[in-house]
């Protein structure tokens, strides 16, 4: 955390969860799930990533989390 508070810690925890390599990802496959009723992994389950539940489309599943990183994390940009 900053010292000087500069952004409080709400803000910083934001920061950290959105900068993680899995957050669009899975904000994206949970998006998925929403609108085809499974996730992009082997197992339907939308929230559960791993090596045991293997992605099945990966191509996919980045090319979209690179948009929706594009997109600032809009999921009303996402949706369209």
Known sequence: MPAEGSKSRREVLADYVVTHDNFS????????GHFFG????????VDDFGGHNK???P???EDIGKEFAKYKYDPKLLIE
């Open 25 to 32: 990802k899975a904000f994206v496959n949970r998006m998925w």
């Open 38 to 45: 499974r996730g992009l992994n082997e197992q339907p389950a």
């Open 55 to 57: 992605i099945i489309h």
């Open 59 to 61: 191509g996919i599943l």
